[in-house]
């Protein structure tokens, strides 16, 4: 063991040597961003990387075939941002990309003649450059260098991604439209259903050419429909837009600040959003059975009421569907237009796995339990049951709303006594007209079997109920948004009820629509929400219950730690990484969580991690003032320093917080509470975690209560890791899933570390002074540590 040591330090000493001498082992592949005439690029995902890095040119493929396409370079999940040939995929992998002696640009494949991109040629002196924008141009050269023209480019030929500095509108001059079209589906990138066009006054969403929403008018900052933009300062709304109107063009364009990766996306079921920012519009949002801002009103045909809708449903197939249309280039959203326009039709799916054609039924179907044989996911028709409690709601407003105009008419005196009450009334019709018909809050019997793939509305009556009052008993913590609650519904299901806390300004539709998107996120590590619960002022979130509060509980408990041994440490931080990775990566909505800590991991009877208040940024980030914090959400000491110090956030800020988590959990300290003096300065957790491994002596970090249950490789692996994430530059960091194969894999090799965040003496003065200023404005940034469930 000691001789392992000696080895292992001396390597170290001579890696840190070689890194003070700035002679980091970094192999740089040649990259370039051009291609020039008569060059012939062979298939490959990476063909040309723009100057900075920012984006990535190259094929990819899919089902269908093989693409040209350009995505951010740091995007782990590589959403295309633009596609050359979306309509025409070439098939296998002999493809190459061309720019001939003539100036053609074009894809040269075995299965046909080449797709040509510009159409305008100039012989032998162009260049097509990716350009850190995303815009890939092709240009004329004088003999002298200069540009002459430019002759095409990407940017006049949007697919479904509008970028910070692309144009939305029209070119007088040539008649091109600048507009988006969205996928087909998530496997077909042919254009499809749904089209976003500016019309130099607003952003216009078609469906099939027939009206869908609207933005409203572009004023200053906002637009009219998009309810989160109108706040004031937030840290989410980092736009600024331009309208440009002339004899040459109408357009309209935003821009970022430097740094920040923002792409607005068209998705096929009539969504735009920007990557892990709150949407614009959420997918379905005017299907016909909500009123929210900016759809256009259609009537519903006869046999529809507003209250009808589809909800995707696993059903006993019982027998073929009715009727299909074949017709490949209809998606998702196409089918349900049809279906619902039918008055014989119950409901509909896609023929195919990658979305396209339609499927009919004029059936009834049985809802499919796990076990049942022959069942299959369809969107079928739900209309709202006539029950007797809704019915009984109804005739009691009425009867109420007669009442009170009665006594109002009659006691001219009584007017001001009476007023609180038709206020209350009004809300009430108002969440009733405004609640989705799937969801009512008598389903919270049927959750269960409901598949939690919608969103639960819970009467506040049943939480009232289920909390015994908000009772100071029930209570298990405060967090940053309100205080939690135990509860018990009738059924006997355990569940945790965060109440959030009051006076936010945020719409119902809006917060109903996030949340909605939250419930659809399932992973094994990250807590279930439920559903939720609103009632005037009073907006809950319920989730399941987790018994063994959160980790904080435990490691920084001198009793309870010992439970945690390694083994059992080393399960938790597995967890945590993948539930992050899933965020990250495989949730389409790809969530950063801007508030990783000890205190937000949760912890199953058998001690698994679940990550919590994930989606909080989404549903807060838009509104500081919610959160209490007046202009950053998160926790100091878990806050990377670009996020800290300039708002930027990334998925790399999850993985600093991830790093810091790491360090806490092998020392079982806090990194908050962690002071140690180096010559006049304090220093953080990873500071002190940098130096020990710079010495050498790294296992002098490891928490003495896990005594000789680890082994020696493993420890410092991870202490290596946990370095990798809390570098000061995001672009250093690992990503998550880099994190776990590091994690799991014991031969993948490890860079060295950079130095840690904070690490200089000059930041960590400039930081502390920061941090009371970050403190004082904000009781939520440091988030008491009671937060268990
Ligand atoms: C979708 O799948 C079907 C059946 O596999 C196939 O015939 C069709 O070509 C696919 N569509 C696209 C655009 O790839
Ligand atoms: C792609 O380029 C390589 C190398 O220049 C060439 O051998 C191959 O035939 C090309 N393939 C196509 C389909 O053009
Ligand atoms: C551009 O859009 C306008 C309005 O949507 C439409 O009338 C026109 O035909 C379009 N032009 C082209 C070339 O697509
Ligand atoms: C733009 O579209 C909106 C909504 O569809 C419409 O009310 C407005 O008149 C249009 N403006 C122009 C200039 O066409
Ligand atoms: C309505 O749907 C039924 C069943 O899918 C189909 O047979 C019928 O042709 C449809 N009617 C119209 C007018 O499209
Ligand atoms: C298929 O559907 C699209 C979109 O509705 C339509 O434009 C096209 O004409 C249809 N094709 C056929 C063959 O019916």
């Not at 924008?133 to 240009?139: A, I, N």
């Not at 209809?330 to 054609?357: E, H, K, V």
């Amino acid at each position: 063991m000691e001789s392992s040591m000696c080895l292992s330090s001396a390597i170290l000493s001579l890696c840190l040597s070689c890194m003070w001498l700035g002679v980091l082992p970094y192999i740089s592949s040649a990259q370039t961003d051009t291609i020039k005439p008569g060059e012939e690029l062979q298939f490959s995902e990476k063909l040309l990387v723009s100057a900075k890095g920012t984006f990535t040119l190259g094929f990819f493929s899919l089902e269908s075939g093989s693409y040209l396409g350009i995505w951010y370079t740091t995007d782990d999940y590589n959403k295309k941002v633009w596609v050359a040939n979306r309509d025409k995929p070439v098939s296998g992998t002999d493809a190459n990309l061309t720019l001939d002696a003539d100036g053609k640009l074009m894809i040269t494949h075995s299965g046909g003649g080449p797709i040509v991109l510009n159409s305008n040629q100039a012989a032998g002196n162009s260049i097509a450059t990716l350009l850190d924008s995303g815009d890939f141009v092709l240009e004329e050269f004088n003999s002298d260098g200069s540009v002459k023209e430019k002759l095409w480019e990407s940017f006049d030929n949007p697919t479904d991604t509008l970028l910070p500095g692309m144009k939305l509108g029209i070119n007088l001059k040539t008649g091109r439209n600048w507009s988006l079209a969205s996928w087909i589906s998530e496997q077909v990138p042919a254009p499809g259903t749904f089209t976003l066009e500016w019309n130099d006054t607003q952003l216009g969403m078609k469906r099939r050419g027939g009206a869908y929403w609207s933005s409203g008018t572009l004023k200053d900052r906002s637009f009219e429909f998009i309810p989160w933009l109108t706040y004031p300062d937030t840290l989410n709304n980092i736009y600024s837009f331009n309208s440009v109107s002339n004899a040459n063009e109408i357009y309209f364009s935003y821009s970022v600040p430097d740094g920040v990766v923002s792409e607005w996306v068209l998705t096929s079921e009539g969504g735009l959003f920007d990557t892990s920012r709150p949407i614009f519009v959420l997918d379905d949002q005017c299907d016909g059975i909500k009123e929210n801002p900016g759809c256009a009103v259609q009537n519903p045909p006869t046999c529809r009421t507003r209250k009808d809708g589809f909800m995707k449903q696993s059903v006993i197939l019982s027998g073929s569907p009715s009727s299909i249309n074949v017709n490949l280039s209809l998606g998702l959203s196409d089918c349900q237009a049809i279906c619902w326009n039918n008055c014989s039709c119950t409901a509909y799916n896609s023929i195919y796995n990658n979305g396209t054609g339609c499927r009919f039924w004029t059936t009834k179907f049985a809802q499919a339990l796990k076990d049942d044989s022959n069942q299959e996911e369809l969107y079928v028709l739900s209309s709202p049951r006539v029950t007797g409690s809704s019915w009984w709601i109804w005739v009691i407003i009425a009867g109420v709303v007669l009442l009170v105009l009665l006594l109002t008419g009659s006691l001219y005196y009584s007017r001001r006594k009476f007023r609180g009450e038709r206020e209350m009334e009004e809300a009430a019709l108002l969440e009733l007209t405004t609640s989705n018909s799937f969801g009512d809050s008598e389903d919270v019997d049927h959750d269960g079997k409901r598949g939690a793939h919608d969103l639960v509305l819970f009467s506040f009556d049943s939480i009232v109920a289920a909390t015994n009052n908000f009772s100071s008993e029930n209570k298990l913590g405060e967090g940053g948004f309100g205080p939690v609650y135990k509860g018990k519904l009738p059924e006997g299901q355990e569940i945790a009820v965060k109440r959030l806390s009051r006076g936010s300004s945020q719409g119902l539709v809006e917060f109903k629509n996030e949340i909605r998107l939250i419930v659809k996120l399932q992973h094994m590590n990250l807590v279930r929400l439920l559903g939720c619960c609103i009632k005037g002022e009073e907006k809950m979130l319920i989730y399941e219950f987790m018994p063994n509060k959160s980790l904080d509980f435990f490691l920084f408990d001198p009793a309870r730690r010992k439970i945690l041994d390694w083994k059992r440490r080393q399960n938790i931080i597995e967890g945590i990484a993948q539930g992050l990775l899933y965020l990250h990566k495989y949730s389409r909505l790809r969530i950063i969580h801007r508030d990783l800590k000890a205190s937000n991991i949760l912890l199953d009877y058998d001690l698994n991690p679940k990550i919590s208040d994930f989606g909080m940024a989404r549903i807060f980030g838009r509104n500081a003032s919610e959160a209490n914090t007046n202009r950053i959400v998160g926790t100091y000491g878990y806050m990377p320093p670009e996020y800290a110090m300039e708002g930027i956030f990334s998925v790399k800020s999850d993985v600093y917080s991830f790093g810091v988590l790491l360090l806490e959990i092998v020392s079982g300290r806090k990194n908050r509470s962690f002071h140690h003096n180096d010559g006049a300065f304090a220093i953080n957790l990873a500071v002190y975690a940098w130096d020990l491994w710079k010495e050498g002596t790294s296992l002098e970090l490891v928490d003495p209560m896990l005594e000789d249950s680890y082994s020696t490789t493993q420890m410092l692996r991870c202490i290596h890791i946990a370095l990798l994430c809390v570098q000061e530059s995001a672009a250093d960091r690992p990503t998550m899933s880099a994190v776990i194969s590091m994690l799991t894999n014991e031969t993948v090799p490890l860079p060295n570390p950079n130095l840690p965040a904070f690490s200089t003496h000059h930041k960590v003065s400039e930081l502390d002074s920061h941090k009371g200023g970050l403190e004082s404005c904000s009781g939520s940034v440091t988030i008491s540590e009671t937060e268990g469930r």
